[in-house]
C-alpha cells in the first residue's frame, strides 16, 4: 500500500476511525505489537514503531509540524515538531521519534514555545509577507503554523540575504512553482520519490543556498515529472499551487467522487466554489488510491465544461443534413418512431443498443435492460467487447468468475510480479506508482511485452527480466514458462491436488510437458532466447508469492482468451491464489471495464454473468422487468457491423462508446454506420460515430451525476453529482425516456433505486445497496450473505465452480503475419497523458504533452527505409493506409513498430485488421502486418476524414449557436 | 446476407475449430465448437452457416460441417422464433 491513510491499519486500536481528512504526521506502523504511551497526561495505545508525532494525533493532540505529512517517511528537518520526553534530553523531533512503552511526552511548555518561535521566525524571514494576496491564504501550512506558535514579531527583519525575488516557473499547465515561498522542507521532492516514484525532483546546493530543482534544473514541463500532482499536494506553502487555485481562489465546499478515467477507480474530492469545479484532490479516503493520483484523473477535468459539448438534444433525417436542435421530447419520439419503423419493417433483431465502460453500472444496466426488454432482442454489447471480453471468457472457464482475483494493495505482499502486455505507469499510473513502490522495495519484476515499458527502468529497483517476444507469440511463451514449472518440478502440488479439478490438470499436464512447448522449442517462434524463459519461470515459481497482472497486450490477440487461460493455469500451477501476494489480475483500461461486463452488457449474459439461455435465471429476470426475453444470444459489436453492411441491421443506440474511433478497420466500422438508418448517438461531444448520427443527444459527465463504478479490484465506487447535467438529464434519465416513448416504461427516482434491482437480480451482488456504500466507502464484489462486505480476496477456499480446471492452450500462430510485403509488425497502445480516444484529455491541456500520434520505428528499421526521425511515414496494412510522423525508438526490438490511436486524424484504426480472438471476437489490435515508407502528404483516408469532419461540423455549428430554426422537425 | 458476413462467419467457425482441435477425435472437437457457437452466436448467424453447410458445404471443413450438424441439432426443442 502507498504510505497514505490506512483503513487497515492495525491503528484500529484507537477508538476514534481513522478521518482521511487529517493528516496524522507520519505513516502507520504494521507491527502487531503494541505499546502505550502518555501525551501530555492522555494515555495512548498504538503499534510499535509509531511516531511520537502520530501518537500525539491519534490522541487528539496536534504537535504542530511543517516538514511531516503521514503519506511521507519522517524527515526531521524543520524541528517545529519537537517535544520533552520524561527521562531524555533536549527536545526530540516528535515525527522521527518512535514511541516506547511508558513513555511520557509533553508538548506544550514555555522553552518548547520559544523554540518554535524561534524556528518560524527563521522561516518567516525569508517569506514575503504577502499573506492577504497570496492564493494560499486560508490553505497555507505554513500560516497555520505561524498562527499555533503564536508568532508576533520577527527579530531578524527582512532586509537580508532572502529569495523573495526567484521567479515563478509557469511552465508547468495546471501548477506553478514559486520558489520566493519555498521553504526547502523537502515534501516535494519525497513525494516525487516516495508517493509518485518519479524521482524528478532534488534540493541542490546546502543551507542558505538549498533550493528544489526538477531534473537537471529544467522547467517542470521539460523535466522528467510527469504532472502527477503528488508535489502539490504535499507542498505546506503556495510554491507549489493549483493555477485554478490561483485563478478563483480557496475553494469552499467538497464532494467526495471516483475518477471517471481508468480502472484504477482513484477517489477525489471535487473542491467547488457554487457551482464550480475548481480542483480534483485525490482522497486520502479512497481505498483504491490513498491519496495519490495520475495527471488525468487530478487535472485534465475541464472538458466537462469545453465549448464543444453538446449542450442540447438535436436530430436530422441523414447525415447530410443540418442538425436541428429539438426538445428531448422531440428527439426521444423521433428516436422511437424511426426504431420502431425499422423492426416494422426488418424485423425484431435489426436494431441494437452499445454502451461504454465510461459509464455507470446503473447506466450500462440500463441499457441492456432496454434492449432486451424494450427492443425484444439480446443486441447489447459493449466496448469491453474490444478489450477485456478474452478475461471474462479465459478466466470464467478456468476459475468460474470473470473477475480479477486481488486488491491493488495485494501487490506490497508479492515477492515476483510479472507484468504482461500491460503498461501501468502509462496507462494505470497510480497502480504503477504503488508497483513500483514494491519494486523499490526488493521485489523481481518480469515483463512479458515486445516494448520496453518505463516499469524496467523503475529508479532505485532491481534488474528486472524481459521477455520481449515477437507481437502475437503471447500463448507460445505462456506455455514455455509452464513447461519450465511442470518439468523442474516447480509445481505446487498440494494446491493442485485439493483445488483443482484432477482428469482437466493430468490432460493439461502432459500436453504442457510435450518437448514441442519447451522454451527451446518455442524459441524460434518467440524470439525470446530459451534461458530467459527459463530464469523467468523459476522466478515466478520459486517464490513465496507471485503475482500477474496483465493488460490488452494479452487479451487484443486472435488468441487473447487462449493466453488468459494460460495465465490462470500459471496461477493455479504455483498455487498463487486465494491469498494476498499472488493472483491473477486483469488491469482494466477504462474506469468502469469491470463494471459493464458485471451488468450484462454482453449479448449472451444477463447482469453477473448468468447465461440468456438458462430458464431459471430468464425467467427471474422476467418476472422482474415484466417483459420476455429472447432465449438467444444477440449480435456482437464486429457482428452487427457485418450485419450492418449486409443489410439486415439498421438501427443502434450507442451511449458514451465512440466506435468510428476506437474499433479496428475504420473503413469497415464506417461503411457499417453509412448503412444504418437510425443511428443514436448519447454522447458529451460530436464524437467520430457521431458525425454518422441522426440523433444526438447530450450526455453528461461524471460530475453530473449519481452513480457507481466499479473498478479493476471489483471494487464498487460511489460517482457523485457535483454540478447540474448540462442539458437537464443525467444519462441514466435518458435511457429510461428512451425506453418510455419505446412504450417499455421505466421508473426510478434515483440510481440507488436501480443499485437495488441490480442486488436483488445478481447473486454477487444481493448485499449492495447505496446505504451501505455510505457506510462502508467501497465494496469489493462478491458481496452477498456469505461475504456481506465483500470480498478482497477471491477464491480463498474454493472456486465458484468447485473445482480449478486447467485449459490446454495450444499455440497457434494468429493469421496476421509479417511478409515480404508487409515485413513489420505493428502494435497499438496508450500514452499517460491522453485516455482511449482522447475526446476528453484532448479538450484539456494534457495535449501539451501529445499533441499527435506518432510511429515508434527501432533505428535499424528506420535506416534500412531512410527514414529520419519526425518524417512523415505512410503506413499500409492489409486493409488500409494512414500517415503519421515517425519517432526512432529502441524501445521495441527491430521488426516492431508502435503506435497510438489518441487522435482521430491518424488513423492508427484503419490500418488494424478485423482479425479476432477466436472466443470473443475481441479484435486483433496489437499485431497488424504493415510495411512504411516516407511519403510528402497525408492518405487518401485521411483526406477524406478531414473533408467529412469539416462538413459535419458546418452542419452542427447552427445548432451549437442556436442559429437554425428551433424545434424544427426534420421529415422522417 | 453479404459475401463478406459469410466469409467472416466461415473464418469465425474454422479459427473455433483450430483453437479446440486439441480436445480429441473430430467428432469431440465438433461438439466443442457446436457448444460455443451455441452459446455465443445471435440466432441469424446460425441460421445464416446452417444454410450455408446446406447449400454450400464446400465452403467448409468436415469438422466445421459436423459441427453445424451438431448446432441445428441442439437448436431442436428450442423454439424456432421467439415472440415478445
Ligand atoms: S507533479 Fe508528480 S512527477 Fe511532477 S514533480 Fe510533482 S510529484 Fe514529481
Ligand atoms: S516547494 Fe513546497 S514542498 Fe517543496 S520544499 Fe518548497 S515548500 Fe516544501
Ligand atoms: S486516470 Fe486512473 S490513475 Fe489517474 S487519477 Fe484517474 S483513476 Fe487514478
Ligand atoms: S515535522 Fe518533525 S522535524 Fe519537521
Same mark, same amino acid.
Given at each position: 500500500?502507498?504510505?497514505?491513510?490506512?483503513?487497515?491499519?492495525?491503528?484500529?486500536?484507537?477508538?476514534?476511525?481513522?478521518?482521511?481528512?487529517?493528516?496524522?504526521?507520519?505513516?502507520?506502523?504494521?507491527?502487531?505489537?503494541?505499546?502505550?504511551?502518555?501525551?501530555?497526561?492522555?494515555?495512548?495505545?498504538?503499534?510499535?514503531?509509531?511516531?511520537?508525532?502520530?501518537?500525539?494525533?491519534?490522541?487528539?493532540?496536534?504537535?504542530?509540524?511543517?516538514?511531516?505529512?503521514?503519506?511521507?517517511?519522517?524527515?526531521?528537518?524543520?524541528?517545529?515538531?519537537?517535544?520533552?520526553?520524561?527521562?531524555?534530553?533536549?527536545?526530540?523531533?516528535? &515525527?522521527?521519534?518512535?514511541?516506547?512503552?511508558?513513555?511520557?511526552?509533553?508538548?506544550?511548555?514555555?522553552?518548547?514555545?520559544?523554540?518554535?518561535?524561534?524556528?518560524?521566525?527563521?522561516?518567516?524571514?525569508?517569506?514575503?509577507?504577502?499573506?492577504?494576496?497570496?492564493?494560499?491564504?486560508?490553505?497555507?501550512?505554513?500560516? !497555520?503554523?505561524?498562527?499555533?506558535?503564536?508568532?508576533?514579531?520577527?527579530?531578524?527583519?527582512?532586509?537580508? /540575504?532572502?529569495?523573495?525575488?526567484?521567479?515563478?516557473?509557469?511552465?508547468?499547465?495546471?501548477?506553478?512553482?514559486?520558489?520566493?515561498?519555498?521553504?526547502?522542507?523537502?515534501? &516535494?521532492?519525497?513525494?516525487?520519490?516516495?508517493?509518485?516514484?518519479?524521482?524528478?525532483?532534488?534540493?541542490?546546493?546546502?543551507?542558505?543556498?538549498?533550493?528544489?530543482?526538477?531534473?537537471?534544473?529544467?522547467?517542470?514541463?521539460?523535466?522528467?515529472?510527469?504532472?502527477?500532482?503528488?508535489?502539490?499536494?504535499?507542498?505546506?506553502?503556495?510554491?507549489?499551487?493549483?493555477?485554478?487555485?490561483?485563478?478563483?481562489?480557496?475553494?469552499?465546499?467538497?464532494?467526495?467522487?471516483?475518477?471517471?478515467?481508468?480502472?484504477?477507480?482513484?477517489?477525489?474530492?471535487?473542491?467547488?466554489?457554487?457551482?464550480?469545479?475548481?480542483?480534483?484532490?485525490?482522497?486520502?479516503?479512497?481505498?483504491?488510491?490513498?491519496?495519490?493520483?495520475?495527471?488525468?484523473?487530478?487535472?485534465?477535468?475541464?472538458?466537462?465544461?469545453?465549448? !464543444?459539448?453538446?449542450?442540447?438534444?438535436?436530430?436530422?433525417?441523414?447525415?447530410?443534413?443540418?442538425?436541428?436542435?429539438?426538445?428531448?421530447?422531440?428527439?426521444?419520439?423521433?428516436?422511437?418512431?424511426?426504431?420502431?419503423?425499422?423492426?416494422?419493417?426488418? $424485423?425484431?433483431?435489426?436494431?441494437?443498443?452499445?454502451?461504454?465502460?465510461?459509464?455507470?453500472?446503473?447506466?450500462?444496466?440500463?441499457?441492456?435492460?432496454?434492449?432486451?426488454?424494450?427492443?425484444?432482442?439480446?443486441?447489447?454489447?459493449?466496448?469491453?467487447?474490444? &478489450?477485456?471480453?478474452?478475461?471474462?471468457?479465459?478466466?470464467?472457464?478456468?476459475?468460474?468468475?470473470?473477475?480479477?482475483?486481488?486488491?491493488?494493495?495485494?501487490?506490497?505482499?508479492? !515477492?515476483?510480479?510479472?507484468?504482461?502486455?500491460?503498461?501501468?505507469?502509462?496507462?494505470?499510473?497510480?497502480?504503477?506508482?504503488?508497483?513500483?513502490?514494491?519494486?523499490?522495495?526488493?521485489?523481481? %519484476?518480469?515483463?512479458?511485452?515486445?516494448?520496453?515499458?518505463?516499469?524496467?527502468?523503475?529508479?532505485?529497483?532491481?534488474?528486472?527480466?524481459?521477455?520481449?517476444?515477437?507481437?502475437?507469440?503471447?500463448?507460445?511463451?505462456?506455455?514455455?514458462?509452464?513447461?519450465?514449472?511442470?518439468?523442474?518440478?516447480?509445481?505446487?502440488?498440494?494446491?493442485?491436488?485439493?483445488?483443482?479439478?484432477?482428469?482437466?490438470?493430468?490432460?493439461?499436464?502432459?500436453?504442457?510437458?510435450?518437448?514441442?512447448?519447451?522454451?527451446?522449442?518455442?524459441?524460434?517462434?518467440?524470439?525470446?532466447?530459451?534461458?530467459?524463459?527459463?530464469?523467468?519461470?523459476?522466478?515466478?515459481?520459486?517464490?513465496?508469492?507471485?503475482?500477474?497482472?496483465?493488460?490488452?497486450?494479452?487479451?487484443?490477440?486472435?488468441?487473447?482468451?487462449?493466453?488468459?487461460?494460460?495465465?490462470?493455469?500459471?496461477?493455479?500451477?504455483?498455487?498463487?491464489?486465494?491469498?494476498?501476494?499472488?493472483?491473477?489480475?486483469?488491469?482494466?483500461?477504462?474506469?468502469?471495464?469491470?463494471?459493464?461486463?458485471?451488468?450484462?452488457?454482453?449479448?449472451?449474459?444477463?447482469?453477473?454473468?448468468?447465461?440468456?439461455?438458462?430458464?431459471?435465471?430468464?425467467?427471474?429476470? /422476467?418476472?422482474?422487468? $415484466?417483459?420476455?426475453?429472447?432465449? /438467444?444470444?444477440?449480435?456482437?459489436?464486429?457482428?452487427?457491423?457485418?450485419?450492418?453492411?449486409?443489410?439486415?441491421?439498421?438501427?443502434? =443506440?450507442?451511449?458514451?462508446?465512440?466506435?468510428?474511433?476506437?474499433?479496428?478497420?475504420?473503413?469497415?466500422?464506417?461503411?457499417?454506420?453509412?448503412?444504418?438508418?437510425?443511428?443514436?448517438?448519447?454522447?458529451?461531444?460530436?464524437?467520430?460515430?457521431?458525425?454518422?448520427?441522426?440523433? %444526438?443527444?447530450?450526455?453528461?459527465?461524471?460530475?453530473?451525476?449519481?452513480?457507481?463504478?466499479?473498478?479493476?479490484?471489483?471494487?464498487?465506487?460511489?460517482?457523485?453529482?457535483?454540478?447540474?447535467?448540462?442539458?437537464?438529464?443525467?444519462?441514466?434519465?435518458?435511457?429510461?425516456?428512451?425506453?418510455?416513448?419505446?412504450?417499455?416504461?421505466?421508473?426510478?427516482?434515483?440510481?440507488?433505486?436501480?443499485?437495488?434491482?441490480?442486488?436483488?437480480?445478481?447473486?454477487?451482488?444481493?448485499?449492495?445497496?447505496?446505504?451501505?456504500?455510505?457506510?462502508?466507502?467501497?465494496?469489493?464484489?462478491?458481496?452477498?450473505?456469505?461475504?456481506?462486505?465483500?470480498?478482497?480476496?477471491?477464491?480463498?477456499?474454493?472456486?465458484?465452480? $468447485?473445482?480449478?480446471?486447467?485449459?490446454?492452450?495450444?499455440?497457434?500462430?494468429?493469421?496476421?503475419?509479417?511478409?515480404?510485403?508487409?515485413?513489420?509488425?505493428?502494435?497499438?497502445?496508450?500514452?499517460?497523458?491522453? =485516455?482511449?480516444?482522447?475526446?476528453?484529455?484532448?479538450?484539456?491541456?494534457?495535449?501539451?504533452?501529445?499533441?499527435?500520434?506518432?510511429?515508434?520505428?527501432?533505428?535499424?528499421?528506420?535506416?534500412?527505409?531512410?527514414?529520419?526521425?519526425?518524417?512523415?511515414? $505512410?503506413?499500409?496494412?492489409?486493409?488500409?493506409?494512414?500517415?503519421?510522423?515517425?519517432?526512432?525508438?529502441?524501445?521495441?526490438?527491430?521488426?516492431?513498430? =508502435?503506435?497510438?490511436?489518441?487522435?482521430?486524424?491518424?488513423?492508427?484504426?484503419?490500418?488494424?485488421?478485423?482479425?479476432?480472438?477466436?472466443?470473443?471476437?475481441?479484435?486483433?489490435?496489437?499485431?497488424?502486418?504493415?510495411?512504411?515508407?516516407?511519403?510528402?502528404?497525408?492518405?487518401?483516408?485521411?483526406?477524406?476524414?478531414?473533408?467529412?469532419?469539416?462538413?459535419?461540423?458546418?452542419?452542427?455549428?447552427?445548432?451549437?449557436?442556436?442559429?437554425?430554426?428551433?424545434?424544427?422537425?426534420?421529415?422522417? | 446476407?453479404?459475401?463478406?458476413?459469410?466469409?467472416?462467419?466461415?473464418?469465425?467457425?474454422?479459427?473455433?475449430?483450430?483453437?479446440?482441435?486439441?480436445?480429441?477425435?473430430?467428432?469431440?472437437?465438433?461438439?466443442?465448437?457446436? *457448444?460455443?457457437?451455441?452459446?455465443?452466436?445471435?440466432?441469424?448467424?446460425?441460421?445464416?452457416?446452417?444454410?450455408?453447410?446446406?447449400?454450400?458445404?464446400?465452403?467448409?471443413? *468436415?469438422?466445421?460441417?459436423?459441427?453445424?450438424?451438431?448446432?441445428?441439432?441442439?437448436?431442436?426443442?428450442?423454439?424456432?422464433?421467439?415472440?415478445?
Amino acid at each position: 500500500m502507498l504510505q497514505y491513510y490506512d483503513p487497515n491499519s492495525s491503528d484500529t486500536t484507537n477508538p476514534q476511525p481513522l478521518n482521511p481528512n487529517t493528516d496524522y504526521g507520519t505513516p502507520a506502523s504494521e507491527s502487531k505489537t503494541l505499546v502505550s504511551v502518555a501525551v501530555d497526561g492522555r494515555n495512548i495505545t498504538v503499534p510499535e514503531g509509531t511516531s511520537v508525532l502520530r501518537a500525539a494525533a491519534l490522541a487528539g493532540i496536534n504537535i504542530p509540524k511543517l516538514c511531516a505529512s503521514d503519506n511521507l517517511e519522517a524527515f526531521g528537518s524543520c524541528r517545529l515538531c519537537a517535544v520533552e520526553i520524561e527521562g531524555r534530553r533536549g527536545y526530540p523531533a516528535s &515525527c522521527t521519534t518512535p514511541v516506547a512503552e511508558g513513555m511520557s511526552v509533553t508538548t506544550q511548555t514555555g522553552k518548547l514555545a520559544k523554540l518554535r518561535r524561534n524556528i518560524m521566525e527563521l522561516y518567516i524571514s525569508d517569506h514575503p509577507l504577502d499573506c492577504l494576496t497570496c492564493p494560499a491564504n486560508g490553505d497555507c501550512e505554513l500560516q !497555520d503554523m505561524a498562527g499555533a506558535v503564536g508568532l508576533r514579531e520577527v527579530r531578524y527583519g527582512f532586509d537580508g /540575504e532572502n529569495h523573495l525575488d526567484t521567479q515563478t516557473d509557469n511552465s508547468n499547465p495546471y501548477f506553478s512553482f514559486d520558489p520566493s515561498k519555498c521553504i526547502v522542507c523537502s515534501r &516535494c521532492v519525497r513525494a516525487c520519490a516516495e508517493v509518485q516514484g518519479t524521482f524528478a525532483l532534488t534540493i541542490e546546493g546546502r543551507g542558505f543556498d538549498s533550493k528544489v530543482v526538477a531534473s537537471q534544473n529544467d522547467s517542470f514541463m521539460n523535466s522528467e515529472c510527469v504532472s502527477c500532482g503528488a508535489c502539490v499536494q504535499a507542498c505546506p506553502t503556495s510554491t507549489l499551487m493549483e493555477k485554478t487555485v490561483i485563478d478563483a481562489g480557496i475553494p469552499e465546499h467538497s464532494v467526495v467522487t471516483t475518477c471517471a478515467y481508468c480502472g484504477v477507480g482513484c477517489s477525489f474530492k471535487a473542491e467547488m466554489k457554487g457551482d464550480q469545479l475548481i480542483r480534483m484532490v485525490p482522497y486520502k479516503g479512497g481505498a483504491a488510491n490513498q491519496g495519490h493520483s495520475c495527471v488525468k484523473g487530478r487535472f485534465a477535468f475541464g472538458y466537462a465544461t469545453h465549448k !464543444d459539448r453538446i449542450k442540447e438534444p438535436m436530430i436530422r433525417a441523414s447525415i447530410d443534413d443540418p442538425w436541428q436542435v429539438v426538445s428531448w421530447d422531440e428527439a426521444l419520439a423521433f428516436s422511437a418512431k424511426r426504431l420502431k419503423a425499422i423492426q416494422a419493417q426488418y $424485423g425484431r433483431e435489426s436494431i441494437g443498443g452499445i454502451t461504454s465502460s465510461r459509464c455507470t453500472n446503473e447506466e450500462t444496466y440500463l441499457v441492456q435492460k432496454l434492449v432486451r426488454a424494450a427492443f425484444g432482442n439480446n443486441n447489447t454489447d459493449t466496448c469491453a467487447r474490444v &478489450c477485456h471480453s478474452p478475461t471474462g471468457y479465459g478466466l470464467k472457464t478456468t476459475m468460474g468468475e470473470s473477475a480479477g482475483t486481488q486488491t491493488f494493495d495485494s501487490v506490497m505482499k508479492a !515477492d515476483t510480479i510479472v507484468v504482461i502486455g500491460a503498461n501501468p505507469t502509462d496507462a494505470h499510473p497510480v497502480f504503477g506508482s504503488q508497483l513500483r513502490r514494491r519494486l523499490r522495495q526488493g521485489a523481481q %519484476l518480469i515483463v512479458i511485452d515486445p516494448r520496453r515499458i518505463d516499469l524496467l527502468s523503475t529508479p532505485h529497483a532491481g534488474k528486472g527480466i524481459h521477455l520481449a517476444l515477437r507481437p502475437g507469440t503471447n500463448v507460445a511463451v505462456v506455455n514455455a514458462l509452464a513447461h519450465v514449472i511442470v518439468t523442474e518440478g516447480l509445481e505446487d502440488q498440494a494446491f493442485i491436488s485439493s483445488r483443482c479439478d484432477t482428469e482437466a490438470y493430468n490432460r493439461w499436464r502432459s500436453f504442457i510437458a510435450e518437448q514441442r512447448n519447451s522454451p527451446e522449442a518455442m524459441e524460434a517462434v518467440s524470439g525470446v532466447p530459451a534461458s530467459t524463459v527459463r530464469e523467468a519461470a523459476r522466478a515466478y515459481a520459486e517464490v513465496e508469492n507471485a503475482a500477474i497482472y496483465y493488460g490488452l497486450g494479452v487479451t487484443e490477440h486472435s488468441q487473447g482468451s487462449t493466453m488468459v487461460m494460460g495465465i490462470a493455469n500459471l496461477a493455479m500451477a504455483t498455487g498463487n491464489i486465494g491469498r494476498e501476494g499472488g493472483g491473477v489480475n486483469p488491469l482494466r483500461g477504462q474506469n468502469n471495464v469491470q463494471g459493464s461486463c458485471d451488468m450484462g452488457s454482453f449479448p449472451h449474459e444477463l447482469p453477473g454473468y448468468q447465461h440468456v439461455n438458462d430458464d431459471v435465471v430468464r425467467s427471474r429476470f /422476467e418476472a422482474a422487468w $415484466g417483459a420476455t426475453i429472447d432465449h /438467444e444470444p444477440g449480435l456482437r459489436i464486429p457482428n452487427m457491423f457485418d450485419a450492418a453492411i449486409a443489410g439486415t441491421f439498421k438501427g443502434l =443506440y450507442i451511449q458514451g462508446e465512440d466506435i468510428a474511433q476506437s474499433d479496428p478497420n475504420t473503413q469497415h466500422v464506417e461503411a457499417a454506420l453509412r448503412a444504418l438508418d437510425c443511428v443514436i448517438v448519447q454522447d458529451i461531444f460530436l464524437n467520430e460515430t457521431a458525425k454518422f448520427a441522426h440523433v %444526438l443527444l447530450p450526455g453528461s459527465t461524471f460530475l453530473e451525476k449519481n452513480g457507481t463504478f466499479t473498478n479493476a479490484e471489483r471494487r464498487i465506487n460511489r460517482v457523485r453529482k457535483v454540478m447540474a447535467p448540462i442539458a437537464g438529464m443525467e444519462d441514466w434519465q435518458v435511457t429510461m425516456a428512451l425506453s418510455n416513448a419505446l412504450g417499455y416504461p421505466m421508473h426510478y427516482n434515483h440510481p440507488s433505486e436501480i443499485m437495488d434491482e441490480i442486488a436483488a437480480l445478481t447473486p454477487t451482488f444481493t448485499g449492495v445497496s447505496y446505504d451501505k456504500l455510505e457506510q462502508l466507502g467501497s465494496i469489493q464484489w462478491p458481496c452477498n450473505d456469505k461475504h456481506p462486505e465483500g470480498m478482497p480476496t477471491m477464491h480463498v477456499n474454493d472456486f465458484p465452480i $468447485g473445482k480449478g480446471r486447467f485449459a490446454v492452450t495450444e499455440y497457434l500462430a494468429t493469421e496476421e503475419r509479417s511478409s515480404r510485403r508487409f515485413p513489420l509488425l505493428l502494435t497499438t497502445g496508450r500514452i499517460l497523458s491522453q =485516455y482511449n480516444v482522447g475526446s476528453q484529455t484532448r479538450r484539456t491541456d494534457n495535449s501539451k504533452w501529445h499533441e499527435q500520434d506518432v510511429l515508434e520505428i527501432h533505428p535499424s528499421d528506420a535506416e534500412l527505409r531512410g527514414i529520419h526521425d519526425g518524417d512523415w511515414l $505512410g503506413i499500409s496494412s492489409r486493409v488500409g493506409h494512414t500517415v503519421l510522423r515517425a519517432q526512432l525508438s529502441e524501445r521495441m526490438l527491430p521488426g516492431v513498430v =508502435y503506435t497510438t490511436f489518441h487522435h482521430p486524424g491518424s488513423g492508427a484504426n484503419v490500418v488494424t485488421t478485423d482479425n479476432s480472438d477466436w472466443a470473443t471476437n475481441c479484435p486483433e489490435y496489437k499485431v497488424t502486418a504493415v510495411q512504411v515508407e516516407v511519403v510528402s502528404q497525408p492518405s487518401e483516408w485521411q483526406r477524406n476524414f478531414k473533408r467529412f469532419d469539416k462538413r459535419q461540423q458546418k452542419l452542427l455549428k447552427p445548432a451549437m449557436h442556436n442559429e437554425g430554426s428551433q424545434h424544427a422537425k426534420p421529415t422522417d | 446476407m453479404s459475401e463478406q458476413q459469410l466469409s467472416n462467419l466461415i473464418k469465425m467457425l474454422e479459427q473455433i475449430i483450430a483453437n479446440n482441435l486439441h480436445q480429441g477425435e473430430a467428432a469431440e472437437v465438433a461438439e466443442v465448437a457446436a *457448444t460455443h457457437v451455441h452459446n455465443f452466436w445471435a440466432r441469424s448467424m446460425k441460421q445464416l452457416i446452417i444454410n450455408l453447410a446446406n447449400t454450400h458445404p464446400e465452403q467448409l471443413s *468436415t469438422v466445421a460441417l459436423q459441427a453445424v450438424v451438431l448446432l441445428q441439432a441442439k437448436s431442436v426443442g428450442q423454439p424456432a422464433s421467439f415472440n415478445p
